[in-house]
């Protein structure tokens, strides 16, 4: 199966202040995906990103907040603007590698003070 | 609306015995159910996949089992080694306007006493 990989891996971050994540895949994918999981709970859809197109966002999650850019097949980024302690999640990307099923990259732990 | 449920939070399991992770849903439309394991500071890792047309997929120590009608899903683990502690998450993929949507349960965290 194909790789992804996230930078960074874990950052401590001060209310107010804006963090990119990087997401790198190693074969071109058409959709990418992000997703959260604060802690003690289960992943959630932020939004999908499609290449040449606007990231569609799911319920709750706004692109002011969580701006999103797809410039490649095999690239994506997410930003989280103007943190707050809330925050602080797992933060991962996944693509589909295969028709049906997601693969997901080792995630960025980010703790907002 | 939690489309996919775990109800259980944890097992225990001793080393050698079956683990049975249960999973429910709501949604008919769903296509595919996936199971990942994730430990700690890692992203999930895909296990096993099951389409919605079958009721039973095998993977080595790992089987899926799907029953449609009650819509409840489960991984059987067995022989349960203690490298298999981790948090499994049931997901479910169904496709919207063309692209994929996975929705997730809340996990189940094994333990796997040796």
């Known amino acids: 199966s194909a790789v992804i990989s996230q930078k960074p891996s874990r950052d401590i971050c001060q209310r107010g202040t804006s963090l990119t994540i990087q997401c790198q895949v190693d074969?071109?994918?058409?959709?990418m995906f992000w997703y959260r999981q604060q802690p003690g709970q289960s992943l959630t859809l932020i939004a999908t990103?499609?290449?040449?197109?606007?990231?569609?966002?799911e319920s709750g999650f706004v692109i002011d907040k969580f701006p999103i850019s797809r410039p490649n097949l095999t690239f994506s980024t997410l930003t989280v603007s103007n943190m707050s302690p809330e925050d602080s999640s797992i933060y991962l990307c996944?693509?589909?590698?295969?028709?049906?099923?997601?693969?997901f990259g080792p995630g960025t732990r980010l703790t907002v003070l | 609306d939690q489309q996919v449920k775990q109800n259980s939070p944890s097992l225990s399991v001793q080393e050698g015995r079956i683990s049975i992770l249960n999973c429910d849903y709501t949604n008919s439309m769903f296509d595919y159910f996936l199971w990942y394991k994730k430990y700690p500071a890692e992203g999930p890792t895909f296990l096993i996949s099951?389409?919605?047309?079958?009721d039973k997929n095998e993977d080595g120590r790992f089987t899926v089992f799907l029953n449609k009608s009650a819509k409840h899903l489960s991984l059987h683990i067995v022989p349960s080694q203690p490298g298999d502690s981790a948090v499994y998450f049931c997901?479910?993929?169904?496709?919207?306007?063309?692209?994929?949507?996975?929705?997730f349960g809340t996990g189940t965290k094994l333990q796997v006493i040796p």
């Open positions: 099951i389409s919605s047309i079958k």
């Open positions: 997901a479910a993929l169904n496709r919207i306007r063309g692209y994929q949507k996975v929705t």
């Open positions: 074969s071109q994918v058409t959709m």
């Open positions: 996944s693509a589909p590698l295969n028709a049906n099923t997601q693969y």
């Open positions: 990103a499609n290449q040449g197109s606007e990231a569609t966002y």
